[in-house]
């Protein structure tokens, strides 16, 4: 981890009762013959929560919600359901009963309608089939927006609606623990939205989501708490206020370019003279659409919001004035990004220079070359 | 996409209706597991489709043997037909051919008439009750098993294919409970495939013969349940074969490996009992060699479970013959060797699977 990256240890969590702990793993390794799927995992996702589980393709996320559901066999290590060991076939059958999940792609009967593949989703929970179980079934169709296409076979639906059904089938029985792998795949914006809206009211009513995602700014919306994932560790975990916090800053544009190192120079000499507030001083790139200074460069200062006074004061003491001064929100992405060493400029900030390009020391030294990747 | 919108209603506002309690113990919820498939098969297209492939296969049959009966009874009234060859003396028999064209004697109506009834009747008895359960047995252990193992392949290797194991076994379905149910729907299938074939053949026996002129004899308490057990023991003779569909698509985890091998394995028996007994003559030098190949035929889940129908099907009601001569074994042996084919394809399906990681 990165020594500026704001973050909780992956070992972060409080003393929490059993009873307020839904799920949790402790050592929870899977080895594939040499290759290390999951090592050591310790996650704690708390009744409540919405819990994001991130990570790069092939950091082990799937691998770790086949564990939970019972799919994969751990190589090492236990996993809590409910406070209980579900180590053993009883136990852990016990446990998924009260879990509703979607592992990997929705996985149903094409030569059955909607219907009637929810049916067998109760069978599979030992619900036997009664007016009162087709009656839900419709509920939970009509939950998902597929109520008119509840008789249609399965076979007929488009991907979205594919993904509406597999919603569905993890409502059925009313879990206390909601498990979905990547559930926006193939919705249109609207159906995003939808979905982020009912894992939004699930958890208002008490239940627990502990869902799978790549769509980071879609986690940040509707998680509450994440763990974040690299080749099969737990880099972190943590409320997600609480990760974003330190990662708060200030963004600076100036209406000459040649004023920007010069700016850079003074807020590090500044830093190394006493303002300490000021944890990092980096380049970073626009929001798309958003007014970009000349040169393409803004200036990040990594420092409480509330201090934006002191930094315009500062700057204006060495005869710069910046032409926009404004806070910048951590993103779950810029997080997840410097924390996992990966790149990508989707939200405005180059991811590397996020994570690794070093701020110039002194002023008018080591101006900005737009490239790219945005190194400095 | 879909114009159909997902509608973010408030789950309290939903969920009205509260499910059912879960099944709590192994045996019920395997009981509603193995309802489950049987409802999986009852809604497949295949399903219906080799239903009527057997049915329609069992009438065309029925059909045939009917039309026999009254070709039978009405063929040739004149020409070659109705001549016979001239009777044949002992000097004539020691003589030469002579290349004289053959002397038919011809026969008197009563004779062609009587002649046509015996060949009419000996028709008409095959779809006449009980032999219209031999055939009705035939067309089981034959055409039926064939169809039961192509849905039992399917139903199994189904699971696979389509992910739905993956469902179960996430819901907290136990790697037993998901083979026993399997096994226990295959089971029932066998038991309706056979009763089906021995109801229809009773049906046609007791109807369209009579129909006819045949009489039918007394069934009684003990042919009755000579009938059960010919039912039971067919469907032990298909639900032999759907086990090893069972375990084949378990280990291949598809619909293909279930049905070709199990296929393939129908038609192996046929042929290796040929080359057993082409082997076994060979041997003829080395007795103790022939007489080990000779036997192994014996140990044939096949020939075990057709040894047992036939056992069960002899008296009073005269379904099947006896049995066919050969066999070195007797009932027990007959259903041990039953008994421990499906405990090793059912034990090691549920072994294959109890350990393995659901990745697919």
Redesign the interface.
Known sequence: MNASAPGIPASESGPQSAAQTVLRTAGLTKQYGARVAVKDLALDVRRGDVFGLLGPNGSGKTTTL?MM?????PTAGEIYLFGEPASS??A??????R?G?I???P??????SGE?NLI???????????A??R??VR??L?????G??GKDLYKRY????KQ?LGIA?T????PELIVLDEPTNG??P??MV??R??I???A??G?TVLLSSHLLHEVQQVCTRVGILKEGRLLAQGEVSTLLAGSSGLLLGFAEAEQLPKAAGALLHAKEHGADWIRDVRYALPDPGAWAPPGGWLLRVDAPAERASEVNSLLAGYGLFAAELRRSEGSLEQYFLALTGGSGTQSGMTATAAASVPAPRTAGVAAPVPATGGQA | ??Q?????????A???????????SWA??TV??T??YL??VR???MGKVLFWILVGIFAAVVGLQVAGYFIALNSGSEGAANCAPAPVTTQQAGEQPSGQPQQCQPLSQQEIQAAREAAAAAIRQTFTFPSSLTVAGGLTTFIGLILLVILAGAVVG?EYG???V???????????QFIVAQAAALAVLALFTAGLMVALGSLVGATVGPLLGATLPAVGLEGAWEMVLFWLALSLNLFAFAAIALFMATLGRSTAAGIGFALGYFIFEGVAQGIVFIVATLLFSQPASADFVHHIPDWFIGNNVAFIVRNVSQAPLVINGPPLGGEAFDMTHALLVALAYLVVLIGGSYLLLR?R???D
């Open positions: 086949r559901l019972g799919l994969v066999f076939a009883g852990r059958a016990a446990g998924l009963k879990v999940a592992a990997e792609q996985a149903f009967y094409p030569f059955l009637e067998g989703v109760a069978a599979f929970a030992g619900v036997p089939v009664t009162t179980t009656a839900r509920e939970a009509e939950q998902v927006g597929l008119p296409r488009s991907l979205g609606m509406r089938a409502l059925l029985t009313q919705l249109d609207a159906g939808e979905v809206s009912l939004g009211a699930l208002r009513e239940v | 996409m879909t159909t919108q997902l509608t973010p209603t408030p789950r309290s939903v969920a009205r209706a509260e499910l059912p309690a879960s099944a709590t019920t919820q509603f597991l309802g489950w409802r999986t809604r497949r297209v189904g389509y992910g739905t993956r469902v179960a076994l996430g819901r907290g379905v136990g790697r037993g350990r990681d659901v990745t």
